[in-house]
């Protein structure tokens, strides 16, 4: 057991944060929120890097009911709030939330400010779709605010999954669940990303991608593959 004094960024107030088992990245908890430290990274940068954000025109895909997710949705009037529901019609509400596949999404070009994913970027079986839809359909300035876990490092990013021409979905490597907050079944893997994102992103929509490492125990981030991406689009 370990536990430490701080401020949490995704409840934005004094805390204590308390890990409560030795894989941080899970189990480094706000024992007020229960923020965990990716969480806690995103929102410090969003913070940080667009102060502005509550008057953004904001999309998140897939949100997780607590930590940024939770702030982003409560604080910003033009948050939008995306998942994947396989049997709803794209581009149409359900329960609020709106039906969109990242790799093609029904947004209009330079609809939003930022877009922000967490732990996304890893299940998307074609990533140079979703990054350029993503870049599409940011206006001139905007950005993409995101992590997914560069479990490969300074190797090269590697794909695990990826589908058939007749749909079916072929593993090139021992299948990966994440979990999904709608569904049980979990998120397969499809990427193992190395630090080469940034030159992937940039190969795929002209866009440069900087990346930050964050250690802070004041802030409750301190973990391993807790990096967050920032992809930014020309204001010209």
Not at 22 to 45: E, H
Not at 174 to 183: L, M, T
Request: glycine content about 8%; proline content about 7%; aromatic content about 10%.
């Amino acid at each position: 057991m370990f536990e430490n004094e701080g401020h949490c960024s995704c409840c934005d107030g004094p805390t204590v944060f308390r890990a409560e088992g030795p894989w941080w990245r899970d189990q480094y908890l706000c024992t007020k929120c229960g923020s965990i430290p990716r969480d806690r990274a995103l929102m410090y940068c969003i913070e940080r890097f667009f102060p502005r954000w509550r008057e953004a025109a904001l999309h998140e895909t897939s949100p997780v009911p607590r930590g940024a997710s939770r702030r982003l949705r409560l604080e910003a009037p033009g948050y939008v709030a995306s998942q994947r529901f396989p049997d709803t019609p794209l581009g149409t509400l359900r329960e609020g939330v709106r039906c969109e596949d990242l790799e093609a999404l029904t947004f209009g070009d330079e609809s939003f400010d930022l877009h922000v994913s967490q732990d996304v970027m890893e299940h998307v079986f074609e990533p140079e779709r979703a990054f350029r839809e993503i870049a599409r359909t940011l206006k001139a300035g905007g950005a993409h605010v995101f992590t997914t876990p560069l479990v490969n490092r300074s190797d090269p990013t590697e794909r695990v999954a990826r589908r058939a021409a007749d749909g079916r979905v072929e593993h090139l490597g021992p299948p990966e669940y994440h979990g999904n907050p709608i569904s049980e079944e979990g998120s397969l893997v499809t990427t193992r990303w190395g630090y080469d994102i940034t030159r992937l992103i940039w190969t795929w929509t002209g866009d440069f991608t900087e990346m930050l490492f964050l250690d802070s125990l004041d802030l409750g981030i301190r973990a391993e593959l807790i990096e967050v991406l920032i992809t930014r689009k020309p204001k010209v």
